[in-house]
């Protein structure tokens, strides 16, 4: 699931949560004393972003944009450098001397904003959290977790119900809270030990980030940041060339040919961690958005037929943002691409026989919903489907519309992405292609609810298998078979495109996170 959707669903709705937030844009200024803008004669440095915060909880989405902006504020054990490889944190050194037993020593000094010292029992509490509600998103995360516990009051013993390879980048995703934080505290203040506190938010607007003048690491540079939320690639570009931002997030091939060649900014392009697919529903046996009630696409041969429809090389050609077509399930980079796949074929006229084979001689019609950002391209794979007898009428769905109606398994075919932010294609494996079990908590962004025992058999076995050239066969025969039964088509991967002012050094991220505080100005 941005993740790095992978999974966006939750207790309570986008529009919830917005009413939540506009309730807290007068608050907060109020109840985080000390963190209202200091008169400086530095002015703040603005960033413009295409996306908004949905949760101040740190454990309720698993995107992405969230940890991006949730990464100034709560920090985890371990986190990840630019290139994906774990480093302290939280956690200034572990050890795991039998593969099941994990012991983290805390660094000394961090504090929470509100003054109050980081122990052990918060690092417990926090991941228990996640442990014991598992409509929190982030619960896939400490899937492989058994116990936690805290063994002095700076040390934390974490054991797993079997050797799980890639624990630390997992763990990179268990933010902390104080303990006895929960639900409704966590939705109505930001109480962390990051490197930024949070000073003003005005929800879908704007976000002020305050430096934490008490932090026990390394400073941010820069002293006040300004967060410009919901950024459209034009109005982006506009606040870039008007002065209005020092810095923007965009996805548009228009903003790299505007700036491109002029004196005083730079250009940053990287890869996503998430590649596009179509979701397809399999377990649907009469869905009311296909026309006649019967699901085609629970015969694999309507699946295939609709992967041959797609020409990926002119849907990323077509695209506003720069796009490489995809024909496997995650992206180069991730642990798990294997590069000797071939391309999809784009065969129209095997795609109209595979459907008269199927039962399909005439084609169908069906609704393809998309939500905002995915709305260009499902318009474009609606004319390619339409070319092979697959009439597809696309609606477009708010977010909160979209994840309700997705999560309730109520779309029969739906355009979103899936995030491998923890840089192993295990991920994807375990979260959205594995059996649907919400005990085990595997499966748990498995939309199509597709289940192959010997997929499940490979995932398990690269999850606690810690020899790297076992863990690659593994992932590569689990994707072949997905590739061969289709219960998601991959269609492409998109790129990042920044756009700054010169005078700041920054390197993007492997995963896509905008990490306010790794930008510093240039002396």
């Known amino acids: 699931a941005d993740s790095t959707e992978p999974c966006e669903a939750g207790s309570y709705t986008r529009a919830n949560v917005r009413r939540r937030l506009a309730l807290l844009a007068v608050a907060i200024p109020l109840t985080l004393g000390g963190c209202s803008r200091p008169e400086t004669a530095e002015r703040p440095y603005v960033i413009s972003v295409p996306y908004d915060l949905d949760s101040l909880d740190p454990g309720h989405r698993n995107r992405l944009s969230d940890f991006s902006l949730l990464a100034s504020f709560y920090e985890p054990l371990v986190v990840t450098d630019a290139n994906l490889s774990a480093r302290p944190a939280l956690a200034h050194r572990w050890s795991n001397p039998d593969g099941l037993t994990w012991t983290f020593e805390l ?14 029992e918060d ?16 619960s896939g995360h400490v899937s492989g977790i058994e116990s936690v516990r805290a063994t002095g009051d700076r040390t934390v013993e974490l054991r797993t119900k079997k050797p799980v390879a890639i624990l630390l980048n997992k763990l990179r995703f268990v933010l902390v809270v104080r303990k006895g934080e929960t639900g409704p505290k966590l939705r ?50 506009e606040d870039l060339l008007s002065g209005r931002s020092d810095f923007v997030q965009s ?53 295939r037929a609709l992967s041959l429809a797609i020409d990926r090389a002119e849907l990323a050609r077509r695209l506003s943002a720069p796009a490489i077509p995809m024909s496997q399930l995650v992206p180069p980079g991730i642990f798990g691409h294997d590069p000797s796949l071939k391309p999809f074929r784009h065969d129209p006229v095997e795609a109209r026989r595979l459907l008269a084979e199927a039962g399909w001689p005439h084609g169908f019609g069906l609704e393809l919903a998309a939500r905002g950002l995915f709305a260009e391209a499902a318009g474009i794979v609606a ?29 029969t075919l739906t355009i979103s992405r899936y995030g491998c932010p923890t840089g ?29 025992l010997e997929v499940d058999r490979l995932t398990e076995l690269a999850g606690r298998t810690l020899e790297m050239s076992r863990r690659q066969e593994a992932l590569r025969r689990a994707t072949a078979r997905v590739l061969e039964d289709l219960p998601v088509i991959p269609l492409y991967v998109d790129q990042d495109l920044y756009a700054f002012r010169e005078g700041i050094s920054w390197t993007p991220r492997n995963d896509n996170f905008l990490i306010a505080s790794e930008i510093a100005r240039q002396r």
């Open 424 to 452: 192993d294609a295990s991920d994807l494996f375990e979260n959205a292609l594995r059996t649907w079990d919400a005990e085990r908590r595997t499966g748990l962004n498995n939309y199509a609810r597709y289940s192959n």
């Open 107 to 120: 660094r000394p000094g961090v504090r929470f904003h509100d003054g109050s010292p980081l122990g052990a």
């Open 251 to 303: 996805n548009a091939k228009a903003t790299e040919a505007a700036i491109r060649n002029r004196s005083g900014f730079a250009l940053r392009r990287q890869g996503s961690v998430s590649v596009k697919f179509l979701f397809l529903a399999l377990n649907r046996e009469a869905p009311k958005d296909v026309d006649g009630g019967t699901n085609p696409f629970r015969d694999v041969r309507v699946r």
């Open 188 to 237: 109505e203040r930001v109480n962390g030990t990051g490197p930024y506190r949070l000073a003003r938010l005005e929800p879908g607007r704007e976000m002020w980030l305050e430096r934490n003048e008490d932090y026990w690491g390394e400073r941010p540079a820069l002293r006040e940041v300004r967060l410009r939320l919901n950024r459209s690639p034009g109005e982006a570009l």
């Open 123 to 138: 690092v417990v509490w926090s991941s228990e959290r996640l442990l014991a509600e598992p409509g929190l998103e982030l």
């Open 383 to 411: 004319e390619m489907l339409e070319e092979v007898g697959i009439r597809a009428r696309v609606r477009a769905l708010p977010e909160a519309a979209w994840f309700r109606a997705m999560h309730g398994g109520l779309l």
